[in-house]
């Protein structure tokens, strides 16, 4: 049984993301009734995998981006989401991160919205269209009337930036 | 264990976004398993969706809406997700890491090969992408694939042994993304059978006359 804190802070976290979860899903094309179920979903999801939650490994928006998104796929599209699974045997795990890398994990959220906000609008536009439009990247080219490898090239440069930023390797 | 050939960062950021279907999916996210170069990439990208996320304007849902969700929270919950199929005894690492080992029903040794001819094999892979086809091939140690081209786009993900063509040699975990421009002629390496996922949406195109006159038999 949840006690009234966490029920009080699970009410918080309602106010500031479903709105959101809502508007993404419905400028992803998704109709409004849709949508609110997609949220509900999403939201209970919350609620259950809380304590899945690491904040070390992402901000909590990236977190509930992936369950909206995961849920999406199942709701609406009616398919499935091939996923790898860190316990199983072939998975190849990561070398343990260097001490430093943890701290800057913790800043994810900020610098990738720093990281973000630098990059040529161009390129911002192409994520944009990316995750909202669901277009495949020719109909991304003919949008912005653009070459289609002008489109793989935005691609490729922002997340080099993107990884740059963070110091990963390329 | 090292990979050379990732997929591309499209692929990669369509996988992050959810806009990738199904088998090509199966593809990245089995590469995934293999790959924390790639996992970290994905990763930068999902934090670009919470970004997008966290910069959208509300759109207010119903009263009703929140009731509804606030009721739930005391719903008992059910059972944690599948558990995953047994792992090979004796602690060896599967030859096939989830998700494909899912799909397959098992590992390696739980594929029904049906004869592709030309001394290969192939198993098809069911996913829900009615226009993609994804199939496991076996190409014997130091045998060639025929040559062919691709009508659309073809991805190939190396699981055991390996095969080079003039673009470069191909370990497991290492991806192949050809498109129509490619013609190669990929050899396993003669070390052990080269064992790799492909995904396609369109049938390859065999250039040699004989390889087109078996091609609708063998069902490639
Ligand atoms: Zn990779």
């Known amino acids: 049984m949840a006690d009234a804190q966490d029920r009080s802070a699970f009410a918080a976290l309602f106010e500031h993301f479903a709105p959101r979860i809502n508007a993404f899903l419905q400028r992803q094309g998704s109709d409004p009734a849709q949508a609110e179920e997609v949220v509900q979903e999403t939201m209970v999801n919350v609620w259950r995998k809380a304590s899945l939650f690491d904040p070390a490994r992402a901000s909590a928006s990236t977190w509930v981006f992936t369950i909206a998104r995961n849920l999406r796929i ?21 070398a343990d991160p260097p001490p430093e890398e943890i701290i800057v994990r913790n800043q994810t959220a900020g610098r990738l919205k720093d990281a973000v906000a630098k990059l040529p609008q161009a390129q911002q536009d192409v994520l944009r269209l990316a995750f909202f439009e669901e277009k495949a990247h020719p109909q991304v080219a003919e949008e912005l009337d653009i070459p289609l490898g002008t489109v793989k090239s935005r691609i490729r440069l922002a997340f080099k930036s993107i990884r740059s930023e963070f110091g990963d390797p390329s | 264990m090292s990979i050379h050939h990732h997929p591309s960062e499209e692929l990669l950021l369509d996988y992050a976004a959810g806009a990738l279907g199904e088998a090509w999916s199966l593809a990245v996210a089995t590469h995934l398993a293999l790959c924390p170069a790639c996992r970290r990439t994905v990763g930068r990208m999902e934090a670009v969706g919470g970004k997008l996320l966290d910069d959208i304007a509300p759109q207010p849902l119903t009263d009703s809406a929140r009731d509804a969700v606030m009721a739930r929270l005391d719903e008992p919950v059910g059972k944690p997700e599948s558990i995953a199929p047994a792992a090979p005894a004796g602690g060896s690492v599967p030859h096939l890491p989830r998700p494909l ?61 390996a095969f080079s063509d003039a673009t470069g040699h191909y370990g497991r975990g290492d991806l192949q993304e050809a498109d129509e421009n490619l013609e190669h002629r990929p050899h396993a390496t003669p070390e052990e059978d080269c064992i790799c996922l492909a995904v396609t949406d369109a049938p390859l195109r065999f250039s040699s006359f004989a390889a087109r006159m078996v091609q609708p038999f063998i069902g490639i």
């Not at chain 1, 009616?78 to 795990?93: G, T, Y």
Request: hydrophobic share 40%.
């Open chain 1, 74 to 94: 199942d709701m609406i599209r009616k398919a499935s989401r091939p996923e790898p699974d860190m316990m199983d045997p072939a998975f190849v795990p990561d």
């Open chain 2, 101 to 161: 080992r899912d799909y397959v029903g098992g590992d390696t040794d739980a594929v029904a090969w049906r004869r592709l001819g030309l001394g290969a094999y192939q198993a098809l892979i069911l996913t829900g992408d009615d226009n993609v086809t994804a199939r496991l091939l076996r190409i014997p140690a130091g045998k060639p694939v025929p040559t062919h081209t691709h009508n659309g786009l073809e991805l190939t993900l190396v699981l055991c042994g």
